[in-house]
C-alpha cells in the first residue's frame, strides 16, 4: 500500500475517483491538490521520534478505528509515547471514522475538549 500511495496522484486516479473527490470536497476546485498534499502528508511527515513524544506534555487524545489501516501495535506505540494521552478505539470504523461514525467521534472528541480545554482566560 505505501508503493501504491509513493506513487499515487489524484491526476493518475480513474476519472470516476476524481470526480467522487471532487463532489465531495468542500473545495472542490482544489480538490486535487487537497488529495496530493494529504497523501504527502501521510507518507513524509510528521517524524517525531520516541523522545520527542515523550516531551509533549499537552493532552492528547489518539484515535482509531477498529478496522484501521494503521496497525494496532502503531496506535498503541503512539499513544504509549505520549506522558498526557487518552486512547480511543472507535468500533466498527476504519482510519475514517469521522465519516464512519461521526456522532460517536465526534461526542468523544467534545468530551475531551470539554473535560481538558475548559475557558482559558
Not at 480538490?31 to 506534555?57: E, F
Not at 494496532?72 to 509515547?81: E, I, N, R, V
Not at 475531551?112 to 480545554?117: G, K
Amino acid at each position: 500500500m505505501i508503493r501504491a500511495m509513493q506513487s499515487d496522484s489524484f491526476s493518475k486516479l480513474d476519472s470516476a475517483t476524481r470526480r467522487e473527490l471532487i463532489l465531495s470536497s468542500r473545495f472542490p476546485d482544489r480538490a486535487g491538490i487537497i488529495y496530493d498534499k494529504l497523501n504527502r502528508l501521510d507518507l513524509y511527515h510528521p517524524h517525531l521520534t520516541v523522545d520527542q513524544l515523550h516531551s509533549i506534555l499537552a493532552p492528547t487524545m489518539v484515535m482509531a478505528g477498529d478496522h484501521d489501516i494503521i496497525i494496532d501495535t502503531h496506535t498503541l506505540k503512539l499513544f504509549h509515547s505520549l506522558p498526557n494521552a487518552e486512547l480511543c478505539i472507535i468500533p466498527g470504523a476504519t482510519h475514517s471514522f469521522l465519516l464512519d461514525k461521526p456522532s460517536l467521534a465526534n461526542g468523544i472528541i467534545m468530551e475531551f475538549l470539554s473535560s481538558h480545554f475548559r475557558k482559558m482566560n
